[in-house]
């Protein structure tokens, strides 16, 4: 039992006075309650609290003036012979063949006026309606102004429809007067069926033991007691107990007060009405508990989702792309030129992967909407992996929130999954994977490359032409010697050896950048993925938990009193 249920249950309002505002604030919490939760409970467990919220709206808009009280029991207990004395005339007809009262008759005391649209609401048929005001009563009735009195068909009846009747009226009036007679004033039915559910409106209940003449007199108090045990059982302590005897206008007094001071008091509606509060709030606290929930998804879960993201991605394929692509271009650009060409032939990996992206101006919008890379489809394995990830990070978010609760953040979760892989291979397409631009050192290395391949190339020209001018007899050319080295092979060989040392000497370092380029592509993959995990996932559940939040909240304030 949480606090709030706990704080109601126990509450008996007494002659506390229910204050309007503060009435209306509380039906407002649970409007917002409603609000917060719709969706994510199952409708049929707030069906409750909407009709109370709907009802008490309309009643409330209806006269205020006005007190509506009903007469409820078992068939014969006498309710038609109350509603007749109190209202001085014969109304409602008084049988000896059970039941009597089919229909609901309602007695206005005062003009019939705004007493019409809360009886069009309750129902009663304007046929059975009468007006207690006769100019004859002067102001005998003054005292009752104001009091719509219902007298109900039989609770206990054998006729479905009276039941049926009996239950749409006694979730509408402001109050009831429960009428038992000395036979069967120890029902069951009355007791399980009716007043114990009634235990929440004990401040507009009132209990009446009717046919008090039938008793020999000192069989009455034995008869009172018992009964007034049986209420305490029922949870309607200090509930009023009066006896009456509505063949005699002395035996009425007591009821008649009963009923002045509720009409003047004008407070019975808005009492019945926090009851129904009361009622709707405990229902729904046992919906929302008192579980504190994590704040937001729990860390650990946060990043087995993003690391199952990250896999079902593609993200170490990419990098490990990238890491291939790095060296091909470097190698493209810094290798030796005589074997460049060969080089380029083979195609570069990450274009393989239609990667980067179409993140240029040419892009088409429309491809960006679909699968824009050719990067695999996620293996079955890490489809489940992924699966179980967003799984947990639900079941953690959840925490111990009570029932219905946990589904709904299983469901906020898993709520945009098919959209997930697009949004993934667009996060991929659109991730900068450091690759664009070339460095300079590739361009200085690739320039130095070049230089030494001139230089041989101009070595190997100049021998060339030192053979073919030999070899047509034509005067040699000029060989200048450095050291005992003649110029021109020292520049086709010192060219070739040099290109190829740079090359060697590049080599080690290209694989070092690469592994780095990897790393930060990799990192970079694995923050895009990790948005994709939070748009499609977290923040969904962020909503629910938010709303769990909200609900609670509305609920604290809807047991306010
Ligand atoms: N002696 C005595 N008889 C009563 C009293 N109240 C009602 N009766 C009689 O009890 C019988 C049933 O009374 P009704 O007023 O018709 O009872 P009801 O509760 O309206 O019955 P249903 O309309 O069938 O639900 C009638 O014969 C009444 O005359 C009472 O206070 N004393
Ligand atoms: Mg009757």
Redesign the pocket.
């Known amino acids: 039992m949480t606090n709030i249920t706990g704080r109601l249950r126990e509450a008996f309002r007494g002659d506390q006075r229910v204050d309007a505002d503060a009435l209306i604030a509380r039906l407002d919490a649970v409007r917002r309650f409603l609000a917060a939760v719709d969706g994510l409970l199952p409708d049929a467990e707030l069906v409750p609290a909407h009709t109370v919220v709907e009802r008490a709206g309309t009643r409330l808009a209806l006269s205020r003036d006005h007190t509506v009280v009903a007469l409820a ?10 509603f007749n004395a109190l209202a001085r005339l014969e109304l ?1 007809p ?3 063949r ?4 089919g229909v609901t008759h309602a007695c206005v005391w005062g003009p019939l006026e705004g007493a019409n649209r809360l009886l069009d609401w309750t129902g009663v048929l304007p046929r059975h309606r009468f007006v207690r005001e006769s100019a004859l009563d002067a102001d005998d009735e003054s005292a009752l102004h104001g009091l719509i009195l219902l ?1 109900l ?2 609770f206990d009846s054998v006729q479905r429809s009276h039941r049926l009747e009996v239950d749409r009226l006694l979730g509408l009036v402001d109050q009831v007067v429960w ?1 038992v007679d000395p036979q069967k004033y120890a029902d069951r039915v009355i007791h399980d069926n009716y007043l114990r559910e009634f235990h929440r409106h004990r401040d507009v209940t009132l209990v009446v033991l ?5 008793l020999p007199p000192a069989e009455l108090p034995r008869v009172m007691d018992d009964l007034r045990r049986l209420l305490d059982s029922d949870g309607l302590t200090g509930v009023p107990l009066l006896a ?4 005699d206008p002395a ?1 009425m007094v007591g009821l008649r007060d009963a009923l002045e001071r509720t009409v003047a008091e004008r407070q019975a509606a808005l009492r019945r009405l926090a009851g129904d509060v009361d009622t709707v709030v405990v229902g729904l606290d046992e919906l929302v508990g008192s579980a504190r929930p994590a704040g937001g998804p729990d860390d650990g879960a946060v990043a087995g989702l993003n690391r199952a993201l990250a896999d079902a991605a593609g993200v170490p394929a990419v990098s490990e792309a990238v890491e291939r692509a790095y060296r091909h271009r470097a190698g493209a650009t810094t290798g030796w030129p005589v074997v460049r060409g060969w080089r380029r032939l083979r195609p570069d990996p990450l274009r393989r992967l239609h990667l980067p992206g179409p993140v240029g101006a040419d892009a088409d919008p429309a491809e960006s909407l679909v699968a824009a890379t050719s990067v695999p489809d996620p293996t079955v394995a890490q489809r489940s992996a992924l699966g179980l990830a967003i799984r947990a990070v639900a079941d953690r978010a959840a925490g111990d929130l009570p029932a219905a609760w946990p589904t709904a953040v299983t469901s906020a979760a898993r709520s945009r999954l098919d959209d997930m892989p697009d949004a993934l291979d667009r996060a991929i397409a659109g991730t900068d994977l450091g690759l664009d631009r070339q460095p300079v050192w590739w361009r200085v290395v690739g320039g130095v490359q070049w230089l030494v391949t001139l230089a041989a190339a101009v070595g190997l020209g100049w021998l060339v032409l030192g053979y073919a001018l030999r070899i047509l007899g034509l005067p040699a050319l000029d060989n200048p010697m450095v050291g005992q080295v003649p110029l021109p092979t020292l520049l086709l060989l010192g060219g070739l050896l040099a290109g190829l040392l740079v090359a060697a000497l590049t080599r080690p370092v290209i694989r070092w950048a690469a592994r780095r380029a990897r790393a930060r592509a990799r990192q970079r993959l694995t923050v895009r993925v990790a948005e994709v995990g939070e748009e499609y996932v977290l923040a969904p559940v962020r909503i629910v938990l938010g709303s769990y939040a909200q609900a609670r909240d509305a609920l604290r304030d809807a047991a306010r009193r």
């Open positions: 029991g078992a068939t014969g207990s006498g309710k038609s012979s109350l409602s008084v049988g000896v059970r039941p009597t009262t007298d068909p039989d009428v009717n046919q008090a003449d039938r009456t005897t509505a063949i035996g």
